[in-house]
């Protein structure tokens, strides 16, 4: 979402040929990560992710936050698989997973409202950070799909989150038939997008008439909102470090290997 007027105060550029930027407009905070490779996400920029979001929530300035990715095709594709192919042991894959679990996290704990654009396909992680949203919004593009299973892993670190927004049942879904699209209507129908629109206009112009009536809200009302809408995950510092952990080690068996290969020879 583009403000009018709208001047970048803070700035993360080159984050392993990607950037994660964070601007400020009357109130209103816009977090934007954008990765070459369909926005997929390297360690090092889920580290920036973490502390853009972090920063902004400890703001005062900030009453509202919109995260989003760059482009107008893929919103976010999920892990790295460069990264991934490259994992050889199991405190740097659990280091690696742990990236999803702190973005996660700080966007739990942010006590600022975030709201997510969605504009278009989101992969495994990229799922994960819309189940995170407080309130998010996409384009009939958005389709979702969990891939892990596909590649020999799971989507252990995101799962809580998307199965909070969609329920056990639909979490199932995704995890078990892993190479199958669901569409933006699928997820709106479950719950993991309040609304989808047609167009990246219709859904900005929504975004930005949202946002700022959130703006002019009270803050310490809408933090204390949010303490209750997570009621219940205050162990998510401990659980999601441990799935982290489970897939740190998945990734190293042969079958996740030949699996991450292949996939990547498609590419």
Known sequence: MVCAGEKPLIMQANVASGTVTTSVTDAIATIE????????????????????????????????????????????????????????????????????ANVINAMRTCPKFIIGRVQGKAIGGGVGLAAAMDYCMATHHATIKLSELAVGIGPFVVGPAVERKVGTSAFMQLAINATEWQTAEWAKE?????????????????????????????PEAMRQLKQVFWQGTEHWNELLPERAAISGQLVLSDFAKQAIQAFKSKT
């Open 33 to 100: 990560f954008f990765h070459p490779a369909h926005n997929a996400m390297p360690g090092s920029q889920l580290s920036k992710l973490t502390e853009a979001i972090q920063t902004a929530g400890a703001n005062d300035s900030v009453k509202v936050i919109v995260l989003q990715s760059a482009g107008d095709q893929t919103f976010c594709a999920g892990a790295s698989f460069d990264e991934l192919a490259a994992i050889q042991d199991i405190e740097t894959g659990k280091k690696f997973f742990s990236g999803f």
């Open 190 to 218: 479950k719950g993991l997008y309040n609304e989808v629109f047609s167009t990246i206009e219709q859904m900005d112009a929504y975004i930005l008439h949202l946002s700022e009536k959130l703006a002019n809200a009270n």
